[in-house]
């Protein structure tokens, strides 16, 4: 999934990809920005995100469930990109996603610069 430019992001936003290159299974949600998974398997996630000059650094976070898994940091006052990429092991009906963790007023840039990708490896 790629997203639009996002502005104004808030603490605790998900951050949201609208447009879906390939969703097999139909397990993202983009009005939500949230992956659910619709079977249980270990799945491959990935986050790229470039971040755009704010006054403060940005401080992403991908998701499992509320939790965070992994964070993903960009630079302040400078255009800077980060990415993380987890396999997790997951059951039917989890949810991933990124959100913003702590810095209110935060832009992602899509124009497919930023992207989040997840799908099953192998199923348990």
């Known amino acids: 999934m790629a997203g639009v430019n996002e502005m104004n992001i ?3 936003q998900n951050i949201v ?3 879906v290159v390939l969703n ?3 397990g993202y949600h983009p009005q939500h920005g949230v992956f659910i998974t619709p ?3 270990v799945y491959l996630f990935t986050a790229n995100l470039v971040h755009s000059t704010t006054p403060g650094s940005f401080h992403g976070g991908l998701m499992l469930n509320g939790n965070l898994v992994v964070r993903l940091h960009g630079m302040y006052n400078i255009w800077d990109s980060t990415s993380q990429t ?3 092991s997951l059951s039917s009906g989890d949810e991933v996603y990124v ?3 702590d810095s ?3 832009n992602v840039i899509g124009s ?3 992207s989040f990708s997840g799908f099953l490896v192998w199923e348990l």
């Open 112 to 114: 497919s610069y930023s």
């Open 99 to 101: 959100r913003n963790l």
């Open 104 to 106: 209110e007023h935060q």
């Open 86 to 88: 987890v396999l997790l």
């Open 24 to 26: 097999q299974g139909n």
């Open 39 to 41: 079977r249980a398997g």
């Open 17 to 19: 990809f609208e447009k």
């Open 10 to 12: 808030g603490i605790n």
